[in-house]
């Protein structure tokens, strides 16, 4: 890592070499490159180059704070592992079942979501079977079925005011019709 900080720090001086030497020339000729669009090409590589290089080191950087955190993680639970050996009698007793007694909670807790997920994803099969028997139902009794928004009240008034011909039932939620 030190080398890599090295090389970054070298490609910044060379950059500060380039713009000092262009600091240097004649004051008319950098009036000139002042004008000149592609003047800016001159420095191009070196920024690149510096900001790959930053960036790099950055990654690395963020790669080595996660694996050490890790290893501290690690590191942390077995000592507590070593904690509870090192204790006696009821002290030891008392730290085990602290500890079963997390680890239950978290099964418990990873067990009610896919509990909850079961059910979701069951309603939700339940909800569509059941749509699926009414639209059969429907059919085979040759109905035809109109659902009607409770958002749209001039929808359920013009139904329920002009109803074609044959009888029908309507309620807030549906509009069946007898062919």
């Known amino acids: ?15 500060l070499s380039g713009a000092m030497d262009w600091i240097m020339e004649k004051r008319h000729r950098r009036m000139l490159d002042s004008f000149n669009e592609n003047f800016r090409k001159r420095f191009d590589d070196e920024v690149t180059a510096i900001k790959d290089k930053a960036e790099h080191i950055r990654s690395l950087a963020g790669q080595s704070s996660r694996a050490e955190l890790r ?17 006696e009698g009821e ?24 509990m909850r997920e079961g059910q979701r994803q069951l309603g939700a099969c339940l909800n569509l079977m059941l749509q699926e028997g009414a639209m059969r139902s ?35 939620m549906v509009f069946v019709w007898n062919c």
């Open 91 to 114: 002290a030891r007793r008392q730290a085990e079942m602290t500890h079963f007694r997390e680890e239950i909670k978290k099964e418990f807790s990873q067990e009610r979501q896919q």
């Open 1 to 15: 890592m030190l080398e890599r900080v090295a090389d970054l720090y070298a490609h910044i001086f060379l950059f």
């Open 138 to 172: 429907l059919q085979a009794n040759r109905m035809i079925y109109i659902p009607l928004q409770l958002s749209d009240p001039l929808q359920l008034a013009f139904t329920a005011a002009h109803p074609a011909q044959g009888t029908g039932y309507f309620s807030p």
């Open 71 to 87: 290893a501290t993680r690690l590191i942390v639970e077995e000592l507590e592992r070593d904690l509870r050996l090192g204790l």
